[in-house]
């Protein structure tokens, strides 16, 4: 079980540093905003699988 927890862990963060460069590169407002809209769901998320790993 905290073998799944922690691999998910590792692909998000690697997902969330993707989505920091994306937003760096991004001049459209309305792309930028679908893309923090999508950081937080993966900050949310990873949030909740690190307390599940406590």
Do not use: P, S, W
Not at 4 to 17: K, N, P, S, T
Not at 20 to 26: E, I, P, R
Request: negative net charge.
């Amino acid at each position: 079980m905290n073998e799944d927890i922690d691999r998910q862990i590792g692909e998000l963060e690697v997902e969330i540093e993707a989505l920091n460069h994306a937003m760096d590169d991004t001049f459209f407002v309305d792309n930028y905003e679908e893309l923090e809209k999508e950081m937080q769901r993966k900050n949310n998320l990873l949030r909740e699988l690190r307390r599940q790993h406590v």
